[in-house]
């Protein structure tokens, strides 16, 4: 155990743990977003509603839902630790004028980036987490026999208020800018620099920026465009 304390409290760990649980979220993500789109099948959300029932009552699914909680602290805390730790051994900021000769704008504001998904991530989880799941303020609907959150209706509601979607928006661009550096330096951190792979590894990345807050954002935008139609 001691080489594994030591691994992982040192830079080099640190920033190992960081990417290797952005990977893992982003397999989340890709599963998120394949549920997601079920959202808009015309069949006035009972599909959606029968894959989110599932995805609370199947118990095999618990665990897992334990490991995203803490896929999404460690790699928000560890990320924080290691750009202040990385602050703090650079006292001595480089002139704005050389600023994006070694790095870009997004690799250089990865922090603030993180820090507004952390946000989004709060009033996502307020909105519909919690009211499924902890105050209940849900209502039920029977598809099949089986008597289920509505959460169909749900988002629905959500996404017919402006400010709601305009937060969402807000939050799937920084999703995409976070992916855009994210993800590639991941596989860097974790030692996949081969120049045969380089080239698959960019192109997934820039593939997953765009993709995701695209398909992410088509969602709300669907919902608000035909409630003022």
């Not at 001691?2 to 190992?16: H, Q």
């Not at 290691?82 to 001595?92: S, Y």
Request: aromatic share 18%.
């Amino acid at each position: 155990m001691g080489w594994t304390k030591l691994f992982f409290t040192s830079s080099i760990g640190r920033k190992f743990l960081v990417a290797i649980t952005g990977l893992f979220l982003v397999l989340f993500l890709l599963e998120h977003l394949t549920g997601n789109l079920l959202l808009l099948l015309p069949d006035g959300g009972d599909t959606y509603n029968i894959y989110a029932h599932f995805l609370v009552t199947f118990p095999a699914l618990r665990p897992l839902e334990v490991i995203l909680f803490a896929g999404f602290i460690f790699h928000i805390i560890y990320a924080l630790y290691v750009a202040i730790r990385n602050r703090q051994a650079r006292p001595v900021r480089y002139a704005k004028t050389n600023a994006g000769v070694s790095s870009s704008w997004v690799s250089r504001n990865m922090v603030p980036l993180g820090i507004i998904l952390l946000v989004f991530l709060v009033i996502h989880l307020a909105g519909f987490f919690a009211s499924a799941r902890i105050t209940g303020d849900v209502e039920y609907v029977t598809i099949n026999g089986t008597r289920m959150h509505d959460m169909y209706s749900l988002v629905k509601e959500k996404f017919q208020i402006w400010w709601y979607v305009a937060i969402y928006l807000v939050g799937f661009i920084a999703l995409g800018l976070h992916l855009w550096h994210g993800f590639q330096s991941s596989f860097r951190t974790i030692g996949l620099r081969h120049p045969k792979y380089l080239p698959v590894v960019k192109g997934l990345g820039i593939f997953f920026a765009i993709a995701f807050p695209v398909g992410f954002a088509v969602i709300p935008l669907y919902f608000y465009i035909n409630s003022i139609l």
